[in-house]
């Protein structure tokens, strides 16, 4: 009954999302706590997809085999957890980067724990499930290898968005608090995605590195008043001239473009 008043509370319309694990696997989740997190991984091939990020909100640490019979039609999967999913922008490959596994790895079906100290770099584990939530901007796999590729330190234009892609995904507290700092307006022409696209444009922009990084070693330390936030369009705009236009000067091709089309 305790189950049942639990479930309810939590899944008030009736409908909830389970996932059983197996007797053997006991010593992976014995220590599951409400509100712990967990990411569900879809396909491992290629870039893989993580589509993901589930909020425990039901465990029970002893086995509920008639649970596991009544969902699963056998006793295979004793213990349980309920959890609520949240869309995520997250691939398999990016993943094992950012926790420093192997990319041969393959987790086959189970359940692995991630250990804290693998996510010290991004601020522990709140600060990189707050990045993963607020969608922070990763290069793809291709940008990470043609980077990776790269035999000089000369980087033209376009490369070095490459390479402030790469920055702000080893630097995501940065990011993280960019947009908490500036919102999610653009700072050079004021569109607002959450205004034109609704729900789905919520919390999203852009960050943008306003010194240049291909001048700069890897190890040096930004600031908030070193990046700005911009949306997609004036952030390919602001690199399209090399080097890349500072924030007045877009603002300025802006203003002067509107007063040419208000002629």
Not at 46 to 61: K, M, N, T
Not at 148 to 161: P, V
């Amino acid at each position: 009954m305790y189950i049942y008043e639990t479930l309810l509370t939590e899944f008030p319309n009736g409908f909830c999302n389970a996932w059983g694990v197996p007797q053997g696997a006991k010593p992976v989740i014995k220590n599951l706590e409400i509100n712990d997190v967990m990411l569900l991984i879809k396909t491992t091939g290629g870039d893989g997809e993580v589509p993901a990020l589930c909020h425990i909100r039901g465990f029970w640490r002893e086995p509920l085999l008639e649970l596991s019979n009544f969902l699963w039609g056998n006793t295979h999967f004793p213990y349980v957890f309920f959890f609520k999913t949240e869309d995520i922008d997250l691939t398999w490959y990016q993943l094992k980067t950012d926790i420093g596994y192997k990319q041969n790895f393959r987790p086959s079906g189970n359940v692995y724990r991630i250990k804290e100290e693998r996510l010290t770099d991004f601020g522990g584990v709140n600060a990189y499930v707050d990045m993963l939530r607020h969608g922070i901007e990763r290069p793809s796999l291709e940008d990470i290898k043609e980077e990776e590729n790269e035999q000089t330190n000369e980087y033209k234009e376009g490369e070095r968005k490459t390479r402030e892609y790469s920055y702000f995904k080893r630097n995501p507290k940065l990011a993280i608090s960019a947009k908490k700092n500036y919102g999610y307006i653009c700072q050079a022409c004021g569109f607002d995605f959450q205004s034109v696209y609704g729900d789905i444009g919520k919390e999203y922009i852009e960050c943008h590195h306003l010194d240049p990084l291909s001048e700069r070693a890897d190890t040096f330390i930004s600031t908030l008043k070193d990046v700005c936030v911009l949306c997609a369009n004036c952030h390919r705009m602001i690199h399209k001239k090399k080097p890349a236009m500072s924030l007045n000067e877009l603002k300025s091709t802006i203003n002067i473009g509107v007063e040419l089309a208000s002629k």
